[in-house]
């Protein structure tokens, strides 16, 4: 029953999409006020019985109800409860019901809220997050039932990936959801601006905090992924320009060339098109990593589909919403007006540049990912991985750091260079030392250099904004700015110093053998088997002493899961301030040994110190920001209950 | 007819359970000696596809042909061989498929030519912005 009543909230929730659809469409019509004022309790009902079929969902999992086809061919009895809930949404159904129900609960949420914009705007807006809602139910409900049942109930299910039975992959999807989900307000804000001609910095302001949240949890989504993949695949590397990871790189690229150009909209009124183009950007390369991802187009861990008539149902859906934004915007662009002017040296200047380079990267990106599938499409097959990404995106994201660090430091509209000089000066300085420094002592490879300089650079400019202002007064924004252009800087840092300094030694060690890697000593002083819940596995113990000091135990497994079979490296770390000793232990030698691979990985975890540093700079802004509305909210409240009073 | 079936089953598990029994090859876990030599047999590695993967170099695989052919190259890097050379072996032996670096052929051309054509427009772009309102 539980199942059944999930479905049948699913079609409610349906149902209520194409009632805001349609009567926010003849809402805007002479005398359609009665169905305008159906909208938003729709979009909040709508939500919430979205809200409950996801429940029960959980719930059916939860219970491991093997006579549901999605729990019988992704759970098992076996498994700890944390991953039973978290296999409702580790595979496709699942995960399009997360999809759905995220994207729900964000429409219900500004139906509820948001009151700033004329209503005729936020009508057409809730309008079209009906319309991108609708095609998404329409493909759970013909094409992904994820509530399907199966008759006779098999005895045992088939279980969980053993790759995804990781608390930090158990929440990946979620985040990055949020993420690409909640770039579909900002696409609705988007079309309902064409549509009612109101680009305006109000329709910036409302925008904003959708923007920031969807990019603060995109931002932590793909910093943990990169996490997992280090740790979770066992070879040291945290970026593999998968397609799966350009997924989920692309709606970011999007996002923070949005996130910028609405700031440039909402302060100064200028970048009005700009902002609309990259609003329908921004969820367009979120539905776009959504067909990759889902279509079974990429075989990988990610692709749980195979089934060519999903992939068709997206792409028609990517084609509708993608391409009807886009005529829209065509047809649209040139009756907005164009927005204040600024002269090139400003920080509109910079943010142009910068926003340019960021849509060209992202170009890049999505050239990269897709090629490969066009080529396959005529028979012949290549690849396009690192030695392509890097040094092609490289030259973009080099001069725009650049421009990143001047940015901040230049006033609006206008600005005189002789004014910003000596921080100017301050900042090459910086560079340059740090260039001259590690070419003559450490002699690193190009890009290492580069990238080393350019941390220094934007690490020093990231404060420069804040010099001779009052630090207690200073805005939340500003100083999420700041922290997050830091956050730039650490990840670029730990990256350059990643690629250049890292030691790795692969080594067949029998019990007492020591290895040495780095400045570390390992000695390997056992091998035990150990068992978990549902899988078994060879453990070693090492002790790691560092330039001879005291020894510290780790302990990396080779694990063989039952449920379905299926080996995993399951790698041990030992952080320092200054790097990670990665430790893993393979298969037995032929002569009785073990195999170990083992590296000294310096600054390794600024990479994803300098991601959070990067999401928790998103979270000031977006506490600055909220935080002036509510207040904005409660004074206008106060004065609405005051002249109540005095009217009586 | 039952045990002709079960006779061809093991004739043909048999190779099957062999190849996964078998070590893996001398250098697939192995680094060589000469740290200037690992270090070039290494960057290689980096840049070529392990075929049974997805979306992983052969330099960070567990799969058995990544050993191999880790072990391959690491052997004749060892014997002098240059980097470019294994590659257009491997690519001869695999197809393009196999190496990272995508090479310029009548196929490939757009992948460089484009993002050419990004930096002009976005240079364009941003004089169009700017340019007109000194």
């Known amino acids: 029953m539980i199942a059944e009543f999930g479905l049948a909230c699913l079609w409610l929730a349906a149902s209520l999409a194409a009632l805001q659809l349609v009567a ?17 309790p729709a979009a909040v009902v709508q939500a919430l019985l979205c809200g409950v079929a996801f429940l029960m969902l ?10 549901v086809l999605l729990v019988a061919e992704n759970s098992h009895s076996e498994k700890p409860m944390i991953y039973k809930i978290a296999g409702a949404w580790g595979n496709h159904e699942g995960s399009m019901l997360l999809w759905v129900t995220i994207m729900a609960l964000a429409g219900g949420l500004i139906a509820l809220i948001e009151h700033r914009l004329p209503e005729r705007t936020m009508l057409a807006t809730l309008g079209a997050q009906a319309f991108v809602g609708l095609g998404f139910y329409a493909f759970l409900l013909f094409a992904s039932n994820p509530f399907a049942r199966i008759s006779p109930a098999p005895a045992e299910g088939n279980g969980l990936n053993p790759l995804l039975q990781d608390i930090g992959l ?43 949240g969807a990019w603060i949890f995109l931002t932590l989504g793909i910093t943990a992924g990169s996490y997992w993949a280090y740790y979770e695949l066992g070879w040291g590397g945290w970026w593999f320009w998968d397609p799966v990871e350009n997924a989920s790189l692309m709606p970011w690229l999007a996002a923070t060339a949005l996130l910028h150009s609405a700031s440039v909209l909402a302060s100064r009124d200028a970048l009005r098109t700009w902002t609309i183009m990259l609003g329908v950007i921004a969820f367009s390369m979120s539905m776009i990593g959504t067909f990759l991802v889902r279509s079974g187009i ?29 005529v829209l915007f065509a047809a649209r662009a040139n009756t907005i007006a164009e927005g204040e002017r600024f002269a090139p040296l400003s920080r509109e200047g910079a943010l142009v540049i910068n926003n340019v380079a960021l849509s060209a990267v992202l170009g890049i990106v999505l050239l990269g990912t897709l090629y490969p599938l066009v080529t396959e499409a005529f028979g012949v097959r290549v690849s396009v991985g690192p030695p392509y990404f890097n040094p092609v995106s490289a030259a973009f994201v080099f001069p725009m750091l650049l421009v990143l660090a001047v940015g901040p430091l230049l006033r609006w509209r206008r600005d005189r260079f002789a004014r910003v000089k000596p921080a100017v000066i301050a900042i090459a300085a910086a560079g340059l030392v740090v260039l001259l420094a590690m070419w003559l002592i450490a002699g690193l490879a190009l890009f290492p250099l580069l990238g080393v300089s350019l941390a220094a650079v934007v690490a020093v400019a990231a404060f420069l904004p804040l010099q001779g202002r009052s630090l207690k007064r200073l805005p939340l924004p500003v100083w999420g700015m700041a922290i997050a252009h830091f956050g730039v800087a650490v990840a670029l840092f730990g990256m350059s110093v990643d690629t250049a300094f890292t030691v790795e030694k692969l080594s067949a060690a029998g019990v007492g053998d020591m290895v040495e890697v780095g400045p570390w000593q390992v000695r390997l002083t056992a091998v035990e088997p150990v068992a978990g819940p549902n899988w078994t596995a060879l453990e070693g113990r090492l002790s790691a002493s560092y330039k001879g000091g005291a020894g510290h135990m780790l302990a990396p497994q080779s694990r063989t899961f039952w449920a379905p079979p299926q080996t995993t490296s ?30 000294w990985k ?16 998103g979270l000031l802004a977006l506490i600055g920001r909220v935080s002036v509305d509510v207040r904005r909210r409660v004074a206008t409240r106060r004065i609405a209950a005051r002249r109540a009073e005095t009217a009586r | 007819m039952k045990w002709l079936f079960a006779l061809l089953v093991i004739a043909l598990a048999a190779p099957a359970a062999a190849q996964d029994s078998l070590p893996p090859a001398p250098y697939a876990y192995r680094q060589l000696d000469d740290p200037r030599l ?11 596809r392990c075929l049974t993967c997805q979306s992983q170099s052969i ?6 042909m990544a050993g191999d052919m880790r072990s391959e190259i690491r052997t004749r890097i060892a014997a002098g061989e240059s980097p470019g050379h294994i590659r257009r072996w491997l690519i001869g032996r695999y197809g393009d498929y196999i190496s990272y670096e995508p090479r310029v052929t009548r196929v490939t051309w757009p992948l460089f030519a484009i993002p050419a054509a990004l930096l002009l427009l976005g240079l364009l772009i941003v004089r169009r912005r700017l340019g007109e309102r000194a």
């Open chain 1, 170 to 212: 158990a929440m990946h999807p979620p985040t990055l959801y949020m993420g690409y989900v909640g770039l579909s307000i900002a696409f609705s804000f988007a079309v309902g601006a064409l549509l009612t001609r109101n680009v305006t910095p109000d329709f910036a302001k409302v925008m904003r905090p959708w923007i920031l």
């Open chain 1, 570 to 599: 399951e790698s041990a770390l030992l952080t320092r301030w200054n790097g990670q000793l990665y430790t893993v232990v393979g298969g037995a030698t032929q002569d009785g040994r073990w195999q170990l691979r083992l590296w």
């Open chain 1, 58 to 67: 959980l719930w059916v999992f939860a219970r491991t109800d093997l006579s």
């Open chain 2, 38 to 48: 690992e270090a070039k047999a290494q960057a290689l590695m980096e840049t070529l």
């Open chain 1, 24 to 40: 926010a469409s003849l809402g805007q019509r002479a005398g359609g006020e009665t169905l305008a004022s159906v909208v938003r």
């Open chain 1, 602 to 617: 310096p600054f390794v975890t600024f990479i994803w110190f300098g991601g959070l540093l990067i999401g928790l700079g």
């Open chain 2, 59 to 64: 330099a960070d695989s567990d799969a058995s």
């Open chain 1, 298 to 326: 990429l075989t990988s861990v990610h692709a749980f589909a195979v089934d060519p008539t999903r992939g068709t149902f997206i792409l028609a859906l990517l084609a509708i919403n993608i391409g009807g934004a886009l």
